[in-house]
């Protein structure tokens, strides 16, 4: 016997007779009928994250983009009208301008902080997509609110719980399908994408579990057993980055190189309370303003840094940062012209040595004199 369990690696499945294997395609929900379409290593994790997101089941897909894709082409049709918020991640953004407005699906833009979405909602509209916080701005929508009126108007949510995974209950909120990217924390190292459907209904498992499998997306059984790995230690990891992202955050509201800290965590953040009312904790992503956002400032901050690494994606125990222009990728929030917007991902190094590299790195973008931090 061992603690974990076996790495079943398959795309032969064996059956015991020709009625058996005639009679393969009943296996699709629960059981084995070939390796794309789930092996026991991969069951399994579904089980765990289903367990974590606290829905009924989940799906595992190649990426956290893939879980988002997979689940609106499977519930829109031409004619059919999708809510998105703003500030959604960008490749959410790029696949609806892309391929949903393609298709005849009418995809409208609404403000990320949206408290309700009653104005927005028409007898066309078949979902709404949320994410909080959101991409690089880190607004909060208030979810149970919005849930509440989609529903009203046969509606569906669908939230991109990236951020809050381990961290939130939002089924309890009214969504009804969680998109994560098992990239991030529950992965856990940097060095797998996967991501994963978690739905609130039988219903809803069969009918996106069918269109996956029909689209011939699945997972490997070795990266669904690094993932369940990663999630022996989410907890404990997502505890540590949320402590460090919040000191981190508090000494770099007074830095004078800093204009704004967004961490929806930090008590007096203009989204904490949204943030006390759907998550259980943070965790070590964060975005910065700088006074002097220009190109030129960030570059001089990043170009240089010694700890910190520039990169996307997040969720291991490295830091990270990665600048962004949400000026030139929002529709209907405002953002200032010029302004580029940092996001940090704390990781687990020493936080003495971050906050040192984070000071030269700010006084090389504003020109001023390091602050010589311990
Ligand atoms: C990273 C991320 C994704 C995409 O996940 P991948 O596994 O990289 O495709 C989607 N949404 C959010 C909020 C993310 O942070």
Aim: proline share 4%.
């Amino acid at each position: 016997m061992q603690l974990n369990p076996p790495v079943h690696r398959a795309s032969t499945v064996l059956f015991k007779d020709t009625d058996a294997f005639l009679a393969r395609g009943s296996q699709l929900y629960d059981g084995f009928m070939y390796g794309l379409y789930g092996t026991p290593t991969t069951r399994e994790l579904e089980t765990r994250i289903a367990a974590i997101e606290g829905g009924h089941r989940a799906i595992v897909v190649p990426s956290g983009l893939a879980a988002i894709t997979h689940v609106i082409l499977a519930l829109c049709k031409p004619g059919d009208h999708i809510i998105i918020t703003d500030s959604a991640y960008g490749g959410s953004r790029a696949f609806a301008t892309s391929a949903l407005v393609r298709l005849g699906i009418d995809v409208e833009y609404i403000p990320s902080d949206a408290g309700s979405v009653q104005a927005y909602l028409k007898p066309q509209t078949r979902l709404v997509l949320l994410e909080s916080p959101g991409y690089y701005t880190m607004e909060i929508q208030d979810i149970a609110a919005i849930a509440a009126e989609a529903h009203a108007a046969g509606a569906l949510v669908l939230l991109d719980n990236s951020w809050g995974f381990g961290a939130s209950s939002m089924f309890e909120h009214g969504v009804d399908i969680c998109c994560t990217a098992l990239s991030k924390y529950a992965a856990g190292a940097g060095d797998l994408c996967m991501g994963s459907i978690t739905v609130a209904t039988e219903d809803m498992y069969r009918t996106l579990k069918a269109f996956v499998a029909g689209l011939g997306a699945g997972v490997s059984s070795d990266d669904a057993y690094l993932v369940m790995r990663g999630l022996l230690t989410l907890d404990t990891r997502l505890r540590d980055h949320a402590a460090r992202a919040l000191g981190l955050s508090q000494w770099l509201s007074s830095h004078p190189a800093v204009k704004e800290v967004i961490n929806p965590a930090r008590p007096g953040d203009r989204w904490h309370a949204r943030f006390q009312k759907y998550f259980r904790g943070g965790n070590g992503l964060f975005s910065v303003v700088l006074h002097d956002g220009s190109l030129d400032a960030i570059r001089r901050m990043l170009d240089g840094l010694e700890v910190f690494k520039i990169g996307a994606s997040w969720g291991s125990p490295h830091s990270l940062l990665a600048a962004a222009y949400p000026h030139g990728e929002r529709s209907v929030d405002r953002w200032p012209k010029d302004q580029y917007i940092l996001r940090l991902h704390i990781g687990l190094e020493k936080v003495a040595a971050l906050k040192c590299d984070l000071d030269r790195a700010l006084s090389r973008a504003a020109g001023i004199a390091a602050l010589r931090v311990r």
